[in-house]
């Protein structure tokens, strides 16, 4: 049984986000994932879905969406507004939705992602199963959630909120040495800028005064969280959708905490890399 | 030769000698076969192969990375390989035409290569699939002893089966997609197969050698594969 829930408003860049998959990273393939993994299996738990089960994840401004039939929702992450039939509820816990309802997720008034939780295990796939697109769910589409027997154990441990602020921490990559004493006063423990072409794929930062030599090293794997550092001195940090290969040394891997926090950074703020005491 | 280094929470990176060699790179998939095989107790969730590199993902905390350690550690013994056991090997057609490869006759100059010496290199040698990213499906082959520039400007559309050059790497384009590798030939096969559980024809650790073919031939394979009734599996030796 399929319930289906349709986007009469899609929001700024709106997607279904399945937990990560690494099964195909040997094949260039990325993992993928919600950006805010904290946010999202929080929203499942709330909901009463198994942690990693797929959820929506909105960016500054979140969708309008009606529900076909009752399910039961919950939204999370960054800081928005939650209407159900214009009667407003708080972020953070579980909303039962009647049927034929309408939810309006606001914009962001603090961090860049929200996420919808929604329970059922959610699809872009209708009854006749035909393909589900991983892209932007746009406006007149349809999403499905799937009722029923859930084989999966539900997580029954509450996902701990994090304390949101814009400070990242790092544990040193595999070409960290590479950095001078120096550097290192370049890259830690200060403001820098995030780019605005900063997203799933990457978050690029402002230009540092650190210069490396070029061309030294042979590609290597890469995963989310690594940073990368450009002979020029911008560092490039790998989110979930990224490049499964990368030639730039690795200075720095970002930690699953950091990670989740990154991803309420807007493009535009700053973030400060700190090295993590416990590698 | 093998360092194993942390790389945050969840990986562990294995290096090998820091040298594009395919005995080196054999060493590491047999490696990365036995990791898979460990334990799953392990919670090993990927090892993701370059060309003398292994990142080695998995779940759960520091105590289970010291466990994995230890467990490479002693695989590391079996890794002494001095011979090249070749896995799969695939024999791909290729037509070299000038519109299937617009820069062949600039890498020619470039190298200053007759286009015969050229095509000579490209079909006698064996191109091991050193990682497959860039976009999915897209396999880095080595080497061919040239050294290629890129085109200084890309071109937005390079087709699918385009066989690209660049430094002495080649690559398949599996699909449509903006390139700025120099284009020297295209395949009729489809490198990217959506109706397949598994959609990328070539994996990493594979061996391709080129045969070239001519546009009649080409386009008579492109039929059948158009068709849905080409196997490529035909075009395969595990050896």
Not at chain 1, 31 to 52: C, H, K, T, Y
Not at chain 1, 153 to 175: A, H, N, W
Not at chain 2, 35 to 52: D, K, N, Q, V
Not at chain 2, 79 to 96: A, E, G, N, Y
Request: charged share 25%; with cysteine; proline share 6%.
């Amino acid at each position: 049984m399929k319930s289906e829930i349709q986007i009469l408003r899609s929001g700024i860049y709106s997607t279904l986000q399945r937990a990560a998959d690494f099964s195909q990273i040997h094949f260039g393939v990325s993992p993928g994932g919600p950006m805010d993994q904290n946010a999202a299996s929080l929203a499942n738990f709330l909901v009463g879905n198994p942690e990693d089960s797929p959820v929506l994840e909105c960016t500054l401004d979140g969708p309008v969406l009606k529900f076909e039939e009752t399910l039961k929702i919950a939204v999370t992450g960054a800081k928005c507004s939650v209407l159900v039939n214009d009667a407003e509820f708080e972020m953070n816990q579980c909303i039962e939705v009647p049927e034929g309802s309408i939810l309006k997720v606001g914009r962001s008034q603090n961090g860049f992602r929200s996420y919808i939780g929604i329970s059922g295990d959610l699809s872009t796939e209708n009854e006749n199963n035909e393909p589900a697109s991983r892209g932007e769910l746009r406006k007149g589409e349809k999403i499905y959630s799937a009722q029923g027997e859930n084989a999966a154990v539900i997580s029954l441990q509450k996902p701990k909120p994090i304390v949101y602020d814009q400070r990242i921490e790092v544990f040193t990559g595999p070409e960290f040495s590479i950095l001078s004493e120096n550097d290192l006063k370049l890259i830690f423990d200060k403001p820098i800028k995030v780019l605005s072409e900063s997203g799933r794929k990457a978050y690029l930062l402002e230009k540092t005064a650190v210069k490396t030599k070029a061309g030294e090293m042979i590609s290597s794997g890469v995963i989310p969280g690594t940073i990368q550092l450009t002979p020029e001195g911008t560092m490039i940090i790998l989110m979930r959708d990224c490049q499964t290969i990368g030639g730039y040394p690795r200075i720095g891997v970002v930690t699953s905490g950091g990670m989740n926090r990154l991803a309420q950074v807007r493009p535009g703020e700053e973030v400060v890399l700190f090295l993590s005491s416990g590698q | 030769m093998m360092e194993i280094i942390p790389y945050g929470e969840s990986a562990l990176l294995v290096n090998f000698e820091q040298r594009i060699d395919p005995i080196i790179n054999a060493s590491l998939h047999r490696l990365r076969k036995n990791i898979l095989a460990l334990p799953a107790e392990l919670g090993i969730t990927f090892a993701l192969p370059s060309y003398c590199s292994l990142l080695i993902g998995f779940k759960g905390g520091k105590a289970l990375a010291e466990k994995i350690i230890v467990a490479l550690s002693s695989l590391k013994e079996e890794q002494l390989p001095t011979t090249l056991s070749r896995s799969i090997q695939w024999k791909i057609p290729v037509c070299f035409e000038t519109d299937f490869g617009p820069d062949l006759s600039e890498v020619c100059a470039e190298e200053k290569r007759s286009q015969d010496e050229l095509l000579r290199l490209l079909t006698t040698a064996d191109l091991r699939v050193y990682a497959c990213g860039f976009i999915p499906g897209f396999a880095y082959l080595g080497t061919t002893g040239l050294d290629v520039s890129r085109r200084s400007e890309p071109r937005k559309i390079v087709p699918a089966g385009s066989i690209g050059l660049a430094g002495s790497q080649t690559g398949i384009y599996p699909c449509d997609s903006p390139g700025g590798w120099k284009i020297v030939g295209q395949t009729p096969l489809r490198v990217l197969r959506k109706e397949r559980k598994i959609p990328y024809l070539f994996s990493p650790g594979d061996e391709l050698r080129f045969y070239s073919i001519s546009r009649e031939e080409f386009d008579a394979l492109k039929i059948i594969e158009n068709s849905g009734k080409l196997d490529p599996y035909t075009f395969r030796n595990e050896i």
